[in-house]
């Protein structure tokens, strides 16, 4: 197979390496199976808190989906079967109970890019590079390209997905395409401060504010926003408020020196 998976636990954080440097990072069929895999097996780990994806090198993320493949598909069918491919790795990170933050280090292209939108959190090196050229190609873009206009609105999805242009690092912070933007010799000093904040955080109540946002991407906002109050009263089924609101009461009360 060309390329692989590779996935590293350092305590809570399960670390996700598409490698595949020699091609930048891109999806062929059966790297994407073995995605689909891996991340799923994630999911049942309860002691795990945060997962970190990234791309082998410092060339690139994802480059986008390997397109000798795509040029060898016979037909519709085929065709169909490769994208729901690549619908299906972005749908495991979706599916994650964790937040999963990408370190986005170069070209993130295509399915690299509805990969990335498929993160919770994106922080980009600022050589990172971004587009979504597949009407260069031939295709549309789709699957979860359709998470764009939520990202960064409707015009500058257009502009992405109309004209398959390229945006650098700058450009996509500005949009809100991704979150952070810092040199790449600082990618991860920004990575461990983001992951000190989600690991300070209650473990449930982060996967319950993850599976309430995701909520929300579905719901119109009356039925949103009413979704919120079963949320919160499930949170207290457990100790974790009692327990982190006692101590932060303990800490106010203890006189600063």
């Known amino acids: ?69 795509m040029a060898a598909i016979a037909d519709g069918d085929s065709a169909t079967q490769f994208i729901t491919l690549v619908h299906r ?55 979860e390209a359709a998470l764009l206009p939520g990202l960064i609105g409707w015009g500058r999805a257009r502009r992405l997905l109309l004209l398959g242009e390229t945006i650098g690092a700058a ?24 992951i000190g904040h989600l690991l300070a955080a209650g473990p449930q109540a982060v996967r319950n504010q993850k599976r309430l946002i995701r909520a929300w991407e579905d719901l119109p906002m009356r039925e949103a926003i009413a979704a919120g109050i079963p949320a919160f009263a499930a949170a207290w089924e457990g100790d974790e408020p009692r327990r982190m609101m006692a101590a932060f009461l303990d800490r106010q009360r203890t006189p600063r020196g």
């Open 89 to 143: 790795c972005c749908d495991a990170l979706r599916s994650l109970p964790i937040p999963v933050i990408a370190r986005v280090n170069g070209w993130t292209l295509g399915a690299g890019l509805e990969v990335a939108a498929s993160c919770d959190l994106r922080l980009a090196a600022e050589t990172a590079r971004f587009g979504m050229p597949e009407v260069r190609v031939g295709i549309p873009s789709v699957v």
């Open 171 to 194: 450009e996509a912070f500005a949009w809100g395409l991704v979150e952070k933007v810092v040199p790449i010799d600082l990618l991860d000093t920004a990575l461990a401060e983001w």
């Open 1 to 69: 197979m060309a390329g692989r998976i590779v996935i590293r636990r350092e305590g809570s954080v399960a670390w996700i390496t598409i490698a595949h440097d020699a091609k930048l990072n891109t999806l062929n069929p059966e790297l994407m199976e073995s995605f689909i895999a891996e991340v799923g097996s994630l999911a049942g780990e309860d002691g795990l808190r945060v997962a970190v994806l990234t791309g082998e090198g410092d060339r690139a993320f994802i480059g986008g989906a390997d397109i000798g493949a």
